[in-house]
């Protein structure tokens, strides 16, 4: 399959590198200021050497990449929120010409699910955003297997910074500056981490979920949202004299009829199965016939998220 790559950040540039192993030609890659195209396929390699060396992956425009040959556009673009542009619009334009989307940025199917939605009915192509939620765990396809409507809750630790975060606060009784500052210098935080310890991917992730178990109708906007930063090593030691921990945990659960999200810190069993630690996520599905399944694994990453998106370019027709 021929595909366009919109983003050249760790995700984007994986999905680039690993689309030949998986059966694929990349045609177009672009990245915030430039482009580089061509229907035979593009050098990967020298695109990603120059966006290495500061200079951009290659000479065209970004609008080069969004007309160029391709059988799926890969939207790998930071995650924007309200309108959700560029990422929507990127989307967009690659439905109204019949190609397929496969998307690892969060923003158009939390924000504007129902958008999204609507143009796929009126296009020849199909979305696809598995990578959106957990990384490399499969829960949307998990989910899809089942049937959504056999899928009542789900609940789940996905964010890994804030997991990190927390793993190492009660692990070695740090205070949350200290932690953070760590985390920032092994690269498992962004500079600005207030997406992650804030519980606003988090939030998202489940924003999409409850957009797929139901009407299509939630955004970030209806989700109750708590994070991470005014936890102290003291309310962590208190859970573990009780035999508890403290994570960040995200929940779909019914709320008269439509879902309802809440994301928050919460006391979890010490040695239980949402107490997973460091940069690891879990999600848990509640089935009508198949009781409790707890998906674990790689939440984030390159290379993670890229086989993610990579997977679901292999399920398109």
Not at 132 to 143: D, E, F, H, M, R
Request: net charge negative; charged share 25%.
């Amino acid at each position: 399959m021929k595909l366009a790559i919109v983003g050249c950040g760790a995700v984007g540039s994986a999905v680039a590198e690993l689309a030949g192993e998986y059966g694929h030609r990349v045609t177009a890659l672009a990245d915030s200021t430039s482009a580089t195209v061509d229907p035979d396929g593009i050098d990967v390699g020298t695109a990603l050497d120059r966006k290495a060396e500061g200079r951009g992956v290659g000479t065209d425009g970004i609008d080069r990449a969004l007309d160029a040959e391709y059988d799926a556009l890969v939207e790998a673009t930071p995650t924007t929120l309200g309108d959700a542009k560029p990422g929507f619009a990127h989307v967009r334009h690659a439905l109204d010409r019949d190609a397929h989307a496969v998307l690892a940025n969060k923003g158009p199917v939390a924000e504007r699910y129902a958008d999204l939605r609507a143009a796929e009915r009126e296009s020849e192509g199909e979305v696809l955003f598995e990578a959106a939620v957990g990384g490399a765990i499969p829960v949307l396809s998990t989910i899809a297997d089942l049937g959504p409507t056999n899928v009542t809750a789900v609940r789940g630790v996905l964010n890994g910074t804030a997991n990190f975060i927390l793993s190492r606060m009660s692990a070695e009784g740090l205070d949350y500056g200290h932690v953070l500052a760590e985390a920032q210098d092994l690269g498992v935080a962004e500079a600005d981490p207030t997406f992650d310890v804030e519980g606003t991917d988090a939030a998202l992730k489940c924003v999409i979920l409850a957009n797929v178990l139901g009407d299509g109708e939630t955004t970030l906007a209806d989700a109750n949202v708590t994070g991470i930063t005014d936890l102290t090593p003291s309310a962590l030691d208190l859970a573990t004299d009780d035999g508890r921990t403290v994570r960040l945990v995200g929940e779909v659960v019914d709320g008269d009829g439509a879902p309802e999200v809440r994301v928050g810190p919460r006391l979890v069993p010490e040695n239980g199965t949402l107490a997973v630690t460091g940069t690891q996520n879990i999600v848990q599905l509640e089935t009508r016939h198949a009781g409790q399944l707890n998906l674990s694994g790689r939440g984030a990453g390159g290379r993670a998220t890229a086989t993610a998106v990579l997977g679901d370019v292999g399920r398109l027709p």
